[in-house]
C-alpha cells in the first residue's frame, strides 16, 4: 500500500513521534494505522529502556493546593538535561503527572504508573531522547484548610505547608521561607536524637581540642548544640522576610500553628557522575 501524507501526518498527531518513525512503521504495517501504534509503541519501550540507565538530575517541580486549602501535592519529575527540561511536552507531562497524584490524593507512584503513567513516560522519552523518570511526590491536607505553598520561579525549588488554620498569606510566607532556607525540622524537639547525638560528639572533639577545662568544654558543647537547633528548626529561624522577627513570632501574631511541611528541590541527593575527559586521556597515554 502506497504511505499517503495525510496518513503519517494522523500518526504523529496520535503518538506525538517523529515523521520519519511513523512513515517506517505504516510502511512496515502496509499502511495498518492501528498496527503501526502498537509497533511504534513497542519500540519506543525499548528506546526508553535503553536510556533508563541514565542520570536523570534536572528537571521540573509540580505544586498545587485545593482552593480551600484542605489539601496539596507537590512533584518531582526528572530528565537528564537543563535544556529538555524546558521542552513544552515535558512541562505538560509534569502538570499531568501533578493532576494525577492530587486527583488520587496519594503520594504512592506506582498505581498510577501502571494505570498509564509510564507508557506516558515512555513514549516522552522517545520523543525528547533523554530518560524522564517520576521521581517522587508528597501530598498533604488539613481539615482547617491550612494548606498553602510556594514554588521557586525557576520551578526547582518549592514547598507545601500546614498550618493549623486557614491564613493563606502567611501559608505562603512561611512556604518561601522553607524553600529558600530549607529548614530541618518544625521544632527543635523534633531533631532526631541520633543525629542530634552525632552533632554533640562532633562538637565535644573539637572542643576537647582546645584543652579548656572539663566545666568550659561541657558549656562550649551545649552552646554549639543550641545554636545547631536554631539553626535547623523552622521555629527558630529568622523569618527570611524580616530577620528581625523568627518565624515562631510571625505564626503566633496570626494566631496559627506550623503543623508540618514539604520541600522538594528537583536533585537534591542525586549524584551526577562528572568526566574530566583530559585526566582520563593522560590516563589512557600513561597505560600506553
Not at 494505522?33 to 529502556?49: D, H, N, T, V
Not at 513516560?121 to 498553602?148: C, F, M, P, Y
Not at 554549639?224 to 527558630?236: F, H
Amino acid at each position: 500500500m502506497a504511505i499517503t501524507a495525510s496518513m503519517v501526518k494522523e500518526l504523529r498527531e496520535r503518538t506525538g513521534l517523529g515523521m520519519m518513525d511513523c512513515k517506517k512503521a505504516l510502511q512496515e504495517t502496509d499502511g495498518d494505522l492501528e498496527k503501526a501504534i502498537e509497533e511504534l509503541r513497542k519500540k519506543s519501550a525499548l528506546k526508553a529502556a535503553k536510556k533508563s540507565g541514565r542520570t536523570t538530575a534536572d528537571g521540573l517541580l509540580g505544586v498545587k493546593v485545593a482552593p480551600d486549602g484542605t489539601r496539596g501535592a507537590i512533584v518531582e519529575v526528572n530528565i537528564e538535561t537543563d535544556f529538555a527540561a524546558k521542552n513544552e511536552k515535558f512541562i505538560a507531562f509534569v502538570g499531568e503527572v501533578l493532576e494525577q497524584v492530587f486527583a488520587a490524593n496519594d503520594a504512592n507512584l506506582e498505581p498510577l504508573l501502571a494505570a498509564g503513567l509510564n507508557a506516558q513516560r515512555e513514549t516522552l522519552v522517545q520523543e525528547i531522547g533523554e530518560n524522564i523518570t517520576i521521581r517522587r511526590a508528597a501530598v498533604v491536607s488539613s481539615e482547617d484548610g491550612g494548606v498553602g505553598y510556594y514554588l521557586h520561579s525557576d520551578t526547582r525549588k518549592g514547598a507545601l505547608v500546614v498550618l493549623s488554620g486557614r491564613n493563606e498569606e502567611v501559608a505562603r510566607d512561611v512556604a518561601m521561607h522553607v524553600t529558600a532556607i530549607n529548614p530541618m525540622v518544625v521544632s527543635s524537639q523534633d531533631v532526631p536524637e541520633d543525629v542530634l547525638s552525632k552533632e554533640r560528639e562532633i562538637y565535644l572533639s573539637q572542643a576537647q581540642d582546645s584543652g579548656k577545662p572539663e566545666e568550659i568544654i561541657v558549656k562550649m558543647v551545649e552552646g554549639r548544640v543550641k545554636k545547631y537547633l536554631s539553626e535547623v528548626s523552622l521555629l527558630d529561624q529568622p523569618f527570611v522576610k524580616d530577620p528581625n522577627q523568627k518565624v515562631s513570632a510571625l505564626v503566633k501574631g496570626a494566631g496559627v500553628s506550623i503543623v508540618g511541611f514539604e520541600r522538594f528541590e528537583v536533585g537534591e541527593g542525586i549524584e551526577v557522575e562528572t568526566e574530566d575527559f583530559a585526566a582520563e586521556v593522560a590516563a589512557q597515554l600513561d597505560n600506553g
